[in-house]
Nanobody, 124 residues
Framework: QVQLVESGGGLVQAGGSLRLSCAASGRTYSNYAMGWFRQAPGKERDFVAAITWSGGSTYYASSVKGRFTISRANAENTVYLLMNILKPEDTAVYYC?????????????????WGQGTQVTVSS
């Protein structure tokens, strides 16, 4: 089992920045690919970004590419999501997820463990 706890959400004006953190504990964290997803009210949970266990490859949704950066610090058992140039449409609950097996980085169903989520609200 892996336990994930997100932090860093909040209220920010459009054009601003936030950095989300996801602290992992439990089973060997460094063996997991990690992802960030988000869910706005009344909508499905959407892929945002993912990073391989080594940190050597990253993947982004087209809506955030160039604005968001995912990174990980395995020594600290933490994955980050730096969000720049935030837009009102980025408003959502952001979830951290871990995946132990191979598969698509973009599909929520491929992830094995989830955090409780952190709210990000971007005002216009």
């Amino acid at each position: 089992q892996v336990q994930l706890v997100e932090s860093g959400g909040g209220l920010v004006q459009a054009g601003g920045s936030l950095r989300l953190s996801c602290a992992a504990s439990g089973r060997t964290y460094s063996n997991y690919a990690m992802g960030w997803f988000r869910q706005a009210p009344g909508k499905e949970r959407d892929f945002v970004a993912a990073i391989t266990w080594s940190g050597g490859s990253t993947y982004y949704a087209s809506s955030v590419k160039g604005r968001f950066t995912i990174s990980r610090a395995n020594a600290e058992n933490t994955v980050y999501l730096l969000m720049n140039i935030l837009k009102p449409e980025d408003t959502a609950v952001y979830y951290c997820a871990a995946r132990y097996h191979t598969g698509s980085y973009y599909l929520a169903d491929e992830y094995d463990f989830w955090g409780q989520g952190t709210q990000v609200t971007v005002s216009s």
